[in-house]
């Protein structure tokens, strides 16, 4: 018989203090299914931040930024480069299609932010080629003809590029490059094999090999070793850097409500792997929350509300979305997804965002559990037919019928809509809640007593406004 044995090795070393880690990352994460409003708590923790970072997905995210009565859209660059004193880095996990990229840079450029001199990019990043934009719409045409239904992709050819990534036929930017005569091969064999399974695809191989040819010379001073840059920036001086999530954690391709979901993963787990960084480097996770559920497309939504109710918070919240200007199909907030959301992520605090809308409604329900076939489960269903039929609990709460709007901090707001914060910390078990609501004033004003006990407050100037506040 043979016996291994496997032991420690005694150190002279082995009760040293562990090395410092360095630099933490701040992380911004949606909690629901997008749309919660992470542009606006980015734009606030922004103004204090050195390095704006983007870790997934592509140009198929979406929202807009109001600063000095100047209306920015992003989709790509990471929001927080309003800010000119901050550095935009885009990471490995996500995927670039070049011309939206500099569309939206000179699109942005041109309202004087000189975003292209701070703008970073990984060199392992893939490309998304215009065949791939091509590509996704004929696929959401395929499975409509074919199952009578859709994704609700928004055709931006995130799902073909992320495909040909773990298909490891994809290119990277660090190929774009390196020898182009080289890249334009691969690039050729990978439409002419897009070209076999869609005969009807029509790819303007040259034409799109001579934009990419003139892109070179345009991207390369802002291509890094993305690693190496990331560790430089967490070991180095101190820097605040911040991680803009896109999407939303019921988005996520390995949690989300599969299949009607996104191709990246949209939760913490993908700041690590995005960025090229360790997770002892991750920091505060703040989980923004929507105080009511909104959904772009198709797919389950347990506390969707199609009658009067939907329509009024539709209206209110003017809910349209940035990418696809389609509508977004509302409901009551459900405490059931934001607990799966933060089992995932570990949320250290939540950002509620608009609060406001609620307070036209004299009693809001809140789901606080699912029943399925009459008992109460304690999860969050995989299987989409489940989750289509789940009876939701409810609680319902008063509400505060007054205008919240110009409120400028938590002990101002009515007891109710307190009460209302109060429930949902209480029932997700995440304290230090940030809330939000739209303001009329001239002043961001941001409070949160940072777990490790000091106070930071910024105020900067906006036109338009929004009021977040922390819930001490």
């Not at 009460?419 to 940030?434: A, D, L, M, N, S």
Request: charged share 20%; glycine share 10%; net charge neutral.
């Amino acid at each position: 018989m043979c016996v291994v044995c496997y032991f420690l090795a005694d150190s002279p070393t082995k009760h040293a203090p562990r090395p410092p880690v360095g630099n933490r990352v701040t992380v911004v994460l949606g909690a629901q299914w997008g749309d919660e409003g992470k542009g606006k708590v980015v734009d606030l923790l922004a103004q204090d931040a050195d390095m704006v970072c983007r870790c997934q997905g592509g140009n198929n995210a979406g929202h807009t930024v109001v600063v000095d009565s100047v209306e920015y859209d992003f989709h790509l660059l990471p929001s927080g480069i309003i800010n000119p004193k901050v550095t935009a880095f885009i990471g490995n996990g996500v995927v670039i299609h070049l011309p939206g990229l500099f569309e939206e840079a000179e699109k942005n450029e041109s309202k004087g932010k000189d975003w292209e001199k701070r703008l970073i990019i990984s060199d392992r990043a893939h490309i998304v080629f215009d065949f791939h934009q091509a590509v996704d719409g004929v696929q959401e045409q395929q499975r409509q003809e074919q199952a009578g239904k859709n994704l609700g992709t928004t055709k931006k050819g995130i799902g073909p590029v992320y495909s040909a990534k773990a298909a490891r036929s994809g290119l990277r930017i660090c190929d774009l490059l390196a020898d182009f005569t080289q890249f334009s091969e691969r690039y050729k064999a990978l439409a002419q094999q897009y070209k076999g399974m869609y005969p009807t695809l029509e790819i303007d191989i040259e034409g799109e090999l001579i934009k990419l040819k003139n892109y070179v010379e345009r991207i390369k001073h802002m291509v890094r070793d993305g690693v190496h840059y990331m560790y430089e920036a967490l070991h180095g001086p101190p820097k605040k850097i911040l991680v803009e999530g896109a999407n939303a954690a019921l988005l996520d391709i390995d949690f989300g409500t599969y299949p009607f979901v996104t191709s990246s993963n949209c939760t913490v787990g993908g700041v690590c792997t995005g960025l090229g960084m360790p997770p002892q480097n991750v920091g505060e996770v703040y989980g923004v929350v929507k105080a009511y559920t909104t959904r772009v497309g198709i797919g389950a939504f347990p506390s969707e509300q199609s009658n009067e109710i939907g329509e009024l918070l539709q209206t209110r919240g003017k809910e349209v979305g940035v990418t696809t200007g389609r509508k977004r199909r509302c409901g009551w907030l459900d405490l059931v997804l934001i607990k799966y959301a933060h089992m995932i992520n570990g949320f250290t605090a939540l950002a509620l965002t608009k609060l406001d809308i609620l307070d036209v409604f004299a009693e809001i329900k809140v789901g606080v559990s699912y029943k399925v076939d009459n008992q109460t489960i304690p999860y969050f269903p995989a299987n989409q037919e489940v989750l289509q039929h789940v009876e939701v609990q409810y609680e319902t709460l008063p509400g505060w019928n007054s205008d919240t709007s110009a409120v400028r901090s938590f002990e101002e707001l009515p007891e109710n809509a307190q009460k209302y914060v109060h429930f949902i910390e209480g029932h997700v078990g995440v304290p230090g809640t940030i809330v939000h609501t739209h303001t009329h004033t001239h002043t961001h004003t941001y409070t949160h007593r940072h777990r490790h006990a000091h106070t930071h407050r910024y105020t900067h100037t906006h036109t338009h406004t929004h009021t977040l506040m922390h819930r001490k």
